[in-house]
């Protein structure tokens, strides 16, 4: 749901000034909205500090934060989250890259190495099929790996288009 809807639907007054931001307030890159579900899950500060308003998600590598509310007065930085976050360290062989069944980009770089291939799009699929995905809790970004996995693998094709198994 767009901000416009959401102040059309709202009975107070709209906010003065500007739209609600939706770009990080350290790096300014576009955030993604994260349901306050994954944030809660996520964040190793007190609840407390999680206020009831809209925040997104930072993906950009070199920049520290993870979560920013749209008034931009809150953020969460990469110290504030209990897992290590696949967009913040993209190049680590030892970060989760799927959240839910426990895939590194290590471990499918070590597959690709080996066979030219991977089965790890198929795994996750499975996982999913058998309804024991929970992406909105454990995924950092709130929503499912599979888009990033996919992109891993595409940069290894590129990266090593003469691989074969």
Partial sequence: MNDEIKTAECFCN????????????????????????????????SLRRVRDVTYRFCATA???????????TQTFLTTDVRERVYQKEPEADDVLICYCFQHTPGEIRQEFAASGETA??????????????????RNPQGNCCLGNVQQFIKQLRSKYPTHSA
């Fill in 62 to 72: 070199d920049c520290p934060v993870v979560y920013f509310s749209e008034d931009s």
């Fill in 14 to 45: 709209p906010p003065t000034g500007s739209p609600q931001p939706k770009h990080c307030p350290l790096c300014g890159a576009k955030g993604r909205l994260v349901d306050s579900t994954t944030m809660k899950s996520m964040l190793s500060v």
């Fill in 120 to 137: 790890v799009v198929d795994d996750i699929q499975t996982g999913i099929q058998a309804g024991q995905c929970a992406c909105d809790w």
